[in-house]
């Protein structure tokens, strides 16, 4: 099996960003796995398991990105990465759940708490404010793993812990 790095980049968000970072990439001989991207504000971060070619180390990786002119600025990290890069059964998405409304203190930790107690995993995790002229609201997407047996018992969790606070719940199934 090829070694395999996780790589970080967190910096200014600014056009162009994954384009640098995925031809860079691909110009060395990286073939990407898991890869996320966001934008974070006026900041962004790029997060990618990426399997490394003979001969490439982390270390080349990561001096290789800090080449970049669009970098300029950000923080970049390639680390040998010591777990299995592919997922187990817990690590498929069965779900997608999404929260909106008003701005709740504490909806992730209680959410969070909602699916360790019905043994399920978060596989993906987005919470964002909207601007105003999107409405304000809060919105928070969950992809997760919930087991068979726990998927009537979590999702009504889930559900009434929404309703009780005002919020709009959505559930979707399937995979990625």
């Known amino acids: 099996m090829a070694s395999v790095a996780l790589v970080s980049v967190l910096g200014p968000d600014r056009v162009g960003l994954v384009a640098a970072i995925a031809e860079h990439l ?71 759940i999404t929260i909106s409304g008003g701005d709740q203190l504490g909806l992730v930790a209680r959410l969070a708490e909602v ?14 404010k909207l601007g105003s002229a999107e409405g304000g609201l809060y919105v928070t997407r969950f992809a997760v793993f919930i087991p068979e047996s726990q998927v009537n018992l979590c999702l009504a969790t889930v559900s009434n812990t929404a309703g009780a606070l005002g919020l709009d719940c959505e559930v979707e199934a399937g995979t990625l």
Do not use: M
Not at 55 to 76: F, H, N, S, V, W
Not at 116 to 123: C, E, L, M, P
């Open 26 to 96: 691909f110009d060395v001989g990286v073939n990407l796995r898991d890869t996320t991207f966001s934008a974070l504000g006026s900041g962004a971060e790029f997060v990618a398991l990426c399997e490394l070619p003979a001969g490439l180390e982390a270390d080349d990786i990561e001096a290789g990105l800090r080449q970049l002119p669009d970098l300029a600025g950000a923080e970049i990290r390639a680390i040998p990465y010591a777990f299995d890069p592919s997922p187990g059964p817990a690590g498929s998405i069965t779900h997608r």
């Open 115 to 128: 699916f360790k107690q019905y043994d399920s995993n978060i596989v993906r995790l987005e919470a964002r």
